[in-house]
């Protein structure tokens, strides 16, 4: 199951160098003419701004609003659209990074929502082009369009069945590398996100055509697994799903790498008609865990939102 889908759109304004290469006072300016673009023309709504993200890398990156491939530097600035998890990040990875994230399978639905903003952008400024590649950015297997797509999984059944290697393997052949949203596939707890980006001469119509073929592909994966699985081992099954649960619904603490273990049991059992939950909420909670990470008390915290708001009946 997806459980959720991140385009990012990259763009370089001429005639100035790419980040790494910029000096701070250009790069400086860079971000002062966009945001002032962004907030006279009201290219985003109602905006907030994050000011120095270099200092909230950690909580950006459990928040899912970066990714750990993301350049920062003391020149970035985040502004993101009030209520919409609509981005526009300057001087990240490069000058302009407009990125979209929606729960669920939204995929052509983000690519197309990414477009629109460039296409307000681009009235302001000459991004950087050329002929032959198309637009450039320091990634050249991005072009021609410098865009790339980020799907997060949950495949309880193959992380627990131990064939998250085979299928690991399977997709590497497709130039596809799968890693967990703790960094580690092998303990991922079935949580797993994959980038996939454009070929060379693909349009952008058959590169989402390849993603649902690709969705397709690792979904019947995980659906062969959990039925071989559920069907010589029911009642094992169901009791480590109701053990998950009141692990979590009664533990007054609950560690990161805790939670993500017993809620993928939890979600597995909730998926096969075992137990009845929200999935909804949970999956925010579980890509929204910045704020707990940087937080002292934050088992604590996350331990009541679970017993309070995630484990009740939906």
């Given at each position: 199951m997806i459980i959720l889908s991140k385009a990012k759109l990259y763009r370089n304004i001429f005639p100035y160098r790419f980040i790494s290469k910029e000096n701070k006072e250009n790069l400086r300016k860079i971000k002062e003419t966009v945001f002032?673009?962004?907030?006279?023309?009201?290219?985003?709504?109602?905006?907030?701004?994050?000011?120095?993200?270099?200092?909230?890398?950690?909580?950006?990156?459990?928040?899912?609003?970066?990714?750990?491939e993301d350049i920062l530097t003391k020149q970035s600035m985040i502004i993101k659209e009030k209520d919409e998890d609509i981005y526009i990040m300057l001087n990240i990875s490069e000058h302009i990074l407009i990125s979209l994230i929606r729960y669920g399978e939204k995929f052509s639905e983000i690519i197309n929502n990414v477009n629109k903003i460039e296409e307000k952008l681009k009235k302001f400024f000459i991004f950087s082009y050329s002929k032959?590649?198309?637009?450039?950015?320091?990634?050249?297997?991005?072009?021609?369009?410098?865009?790339?797509?980020?799907?997060?999984?949950?495949l309880p059944a193959v992380y627990y069945t131990n064939k998250i290697t085979?299928?690991?393997?399977?997709?590497?052949i497709s130039g596809i590398e799968i890693k967990g949203i703790n960094q580690h596939k092998n303990y991922s707890y079935g949580f797993v996100e994959v980038f996939i980006k454009p070929d060379t001469n693909e349009s952008i119509e058959d590169f989402i055509k390849r993603i649902k073929s690709f969705v397709e592909i690792i979904e019947n994966f995980e659906k062969n697994s959990s039925i071989s699985y559920i069907k010589k081992n029911r009642i094992k099954f169901e009791d480590m799903v109701f053990k998950s649960y009141g692990?979590?619904?009664?533990?007054?603490?609950?560690?990161?790498?805790?939670?993500l273990s017993e809620i993928s049991k939890i979600l597995w059992g909730n998926y096969n008609e075992v137990i009845k939950i929200n999935n909804e909420k949970i999956f925010k909670f579980i890509l929204n865990q910045g704020d707990l990470i940087n937080d002292k008390k934050g088992s604590f915290k996350r331990a009541l939102v679970i017993c309070k708001k995630l484990l009740t009946h939906s």
């Open positions: 002032n673009i962004i907030k006279d023309k009201k290219i985003l709504k109602d905006i907030e701004i994050i000011e120095n993200p270099v200092n909230l890398k950690k909580v950006l990156l459990f928040n899912q609003i970066i990714d750990d032959n590649f198309g637009f450039l950015g320091r990634e050249l297997l991005l072009c021609p369009y410098q865009l790339k797509i980020k799907l997060i999984f949950h085979e299928l690991s393997s399977n997709l590497r692990i979590l619904k009664y533990s007054k603490i609950v560690e990161y790498e805790e939670f």
